[in-house]
């Protein structure tokens, strides 16, 4: 069983079991309970009415937060030599061809995000049990299977986003910093509900948005109102 520091567990006090929060009330009361002396990132965990054992139930997409994530994302590229210049005007911070590969496969994952192009696929495919354990395969369906990869760099520099569910139907979203104003992570987190909120699934049954969790690194959970946000569902 997990245990908890001292800190953590006189902040969980200043939470009465079962309130909840509008957005920018738990936006408010996250900071207040905050204790950590860096910048923690902050999160948002949706917990889902799908059963995600089901295809058809599955929750995946990308969107880009109006205010970034405040973290700085190192991005590879592997493409063929023709895509490798645009790559890196765009902001790409390491690029290759089939040389990059060979490095993947020694060992090297000093990279956030891998992007390559569709013709390379084929190749970077086979080095799916060292991507896929790290999280790192690209996949089509996130954005970083593309041919044109200047853009797709420019866009995750600039805050976009994966968001997906896990095996218990969780999902997981950074939205900003601790040090973001007020303002911004409000319109970060509404920017994830709309979107989680919009990739409903028709097959799921019942309570869509059981309940929706923001916390930073080391804070316990703020829970928002569902009730409020449901309405969004409609």
């Known amino acids: 069983m997990k245990r908890h520091g001292k800190n953590y567990l006189e902040k969980v006090k200043v939470l009465s079991e079962g309130n909840t929060f509008d ?27 799908i059963d995600p054992r089901h295809s058809d139930q599955q929750i995946r ?9 405040g973290r700085s994302v190192k991005i590879a590229v592997v493409a063929s030599a023709d895509k490798l210049a645009e790559a890196q005007q765009a902001g790409a911070d390491e690029v290759g061809a089939e040389d990059f590969i060979e490095k993947i496969q020694a060992g090297y994952l000093d990279f956030d995000l891998l992007i390559t192009t569709p013709d390379m696929m084929a190749k970077v495919g086979k080095l799916g049990k060292v991507l896929g354990a790290k999280g790192l395969m690209p996949n089509p369906k996130n954005g970083t299977v593309t041919p044109n990869v200047a853009s797709a760099v420019k866009e ?4 976009k986003i994966e968001y997906r569910n896990d095996k218990a139907g969780i999902v ?7 040090s973001f104003e007020d ?22 049954k019942g309570i869509y948005m059981k309940s929706i969790s923001l916390c930073s690194t080391m804070s316990p959970g703020v829970f928002l109102d569902t009730l409020k946000l449901r309405g969004k569902e409609a």
């Open 172 to 178: 997981h979203v950074a939205v900003g910093k601790k």
């Open 156 to 159: 995750f520099k600039l805050g």
């Open 61 to 69: 997409g990308t969107l880009t937060l109006p205010h970034g994530t």
């Open 183 to 204: 303002k911004n992570l409000k319109e970060n987190i509404m920017a994830v509900v709309d979107a989680v909120i919009k990739a409903k699934p028709a097959k799921s």
């Open 23 to 49: 957005v920018t009330e738990a936006v408010q009361k996250l900071k207040a309970i905050s204790f950590a002396k860096f910048d923690e990132t902050v999160e948002l965990h949706f917990n889902l009415g």
